[in-house]
């Protein structure tokens, strides 16, 4: 896989193309073969279409990550998500004597008492919730030609674990603005 990222075309005549990847080459024969050189970018661009649709990959590449800082509302649901993952599993966190119930807590006792007594259920239903969206997140960004191998695809995965669907919208959202900016090229 990560020796395709480094493939060149190294020649082209009007019956093939030739490509060099990880020390070898390949020979694409064109079928049927071309009448003028001309015709060598529109039949690579079908070429590439048709290559993209075998592969289920889409023609807008993932190269950017959008934090979740970037929107008030995303921030305060990562914060809160990330909040919760931390503490709702802890009973001793939402009890009398703790730092969080001395400081806010105290303020909201049935909050609290419902923290300590239910936490650990929230919490058992969160995370499989959050890593579904996280495999579901993966296919995304697989789709987008973004692999494990690029540090914006742990971004997106780190972020999304955590916060959920509010990174889908912010990677729609990236996705959308690609494809606008690609639409306005053709004209």
Known sequence: ??????????????????????????????????????????????????????????????????????????????????????????????QPGSLLYGNILYLVPWFANFGARYGWFLWLLMVPIHLTEGVIMARKLGRHGCTFLDAVWWKWMGTCVVEGFTSFARLNELIEGKRKEKEAKKH
């Open 1 to 94: 896989m990560s020796q395709s990222r480094t493939a060149q075309m190294v020649d082209i005549d009007l019956d093939q193309m030739k490509i060099s990847c990880g020390g070898q080459q390949a020979v694409i024969a064109f079928d049927p073969p071309m009448k003028a050189l001309r015709e060598a970018r529109e039949r690579l661009v079908q070429m590439d279409k048709d290559a993209l649709r075998t592969l289920g990959r889409d023609d807008i590449s993932i190269t950017g990550f959008v934090p979740a800082y970037s929107r008030p509302s995303h921030l305060w649901n990562f914060t809160q998500c990330l909040l919760s993952l931390i503490f709702l599993p802890q009973p001793t966190v939402w």
